[in-house]
């Protein structure tokens, strides 16, 4: 196993999130689940959505899993492979997007699924996904989650293109942000990605408006801490070394009131 609390360490002096960056891995079976990992239903009593156990694993340091068994949102159901009837679960997708206006009408509904098609597992093909602190992570990740503010991804970014000079593409749709254009999107594409989270992500699992996503392959993590390196040697660092190195300006009224009284 890579050496992955060297490099959280790394992710924590480089770009200072404040939460645990999270290592994320689709599973087969519930037997590759590590030992003491924390399920919604089975362990918690309830279900939740993969963004809430997202937000354990950074906010409380827990390693937690999601299966069909745990999982409440629907979009995920669809888009993990874990829906049932599946082809029933997209028509009401659909109607969803229409009845709340995300989409004008079937023709932008189906569109948006197909977009979603894209990045969606197949049926039955993975039976969970975990979600782990990286500093401690119980698993070898397919790849690592760092919630983030906008400037702090701008240094991600400056890592993942510092060595390829590729810029990073994403898709965004406002809707299963960190579930599905998050970890299913990186995964399936083997790129970084920027992720904008989605209404679901705010309302249910806490992200707070100046949150962003950057989402990294395992296999660039190494390049992209290298990156945030040699960036940060020559002076672009976060926090962000700003210019104030020099005489404020005052409007005319606050300019030498001393003198200014004494007339």
């Keep these: 196993m890579a050496d992955w609390t060297k490099q959280a360490e790394a992710l924590n002096r480089l770009v200072r999130p404040l939460t645990f960056p999270i290592a994320a891995k689709l599973v087969k079976s519930v037997d590759e689940f590590p ?3 924390r399920r919604p239903f089975k362990d918690m ?12 694993a950074r906010k409380y340091g827990w390693t937690v899993a ?3 068994e745990d999982n409440a949102c629907p979009i995920a159901a669809y888009t993990y492979g874990w829906s049932e009837p599946e082809l029933g679960t997209k028509k009401a997708l659909m109607d969803f997007m229409i009845v709340m206006k995300y989409s004008a009408n ?16 197949g049926k039955g093909k993975y039976a969970g996904v975990v979600f782990s602190p990286l500093e401690r992570t119980k698993i070898e990740p397919d790849l690592v989650m760092i919630f983030c503010n906008p400037a702090q991804l701008m240094r991600l970014v400056h890592g993942a293109t510092q060595e390829t000079g590729v810029a990073v593409e994403s898709m965004f749709s406002g809707r299963g942000g960190t579930c599905t254009e998050g970890v299913l999107q990186t ?16 309302v249910w699992a806490m992200v707070q408006d100046a949150e962003m996503v950057f989402t990294i392959p395992a296999n660039w993590l190494d390049s992209v801490i290298r990156g945030l390196e040699a960036t940060h040697q020559t002076g672009i660092r976060y926090p962000i070394p700003v210019d104030v190195r020099h005489a404020p300006t005052f409007p005319g009224q606050l300019k030498d009131p001393a003198s200014r ?3």
């Design 66 to 68: 999601m299966t069909a």
């Design 187 to 202: 995964f399936k594409t083997g790129q970084p990605k920027v992720v904008l989270p989605g209404n679901g992500d705010r």
């Design 106 to 121: 079937e023709n932008a509904a189906r569109a948006t699924m197909e977009g979603v098609e894209q990045v969606k597992l």
């Design 35 to 37: 030992e003491k990992t």
């Design 261 to 263: 009284a004494a007339k």
């Design 45 to 56: 009593g309830f279900k939740t959505n993969p963004c809430v156990a997202m937000t354990m």
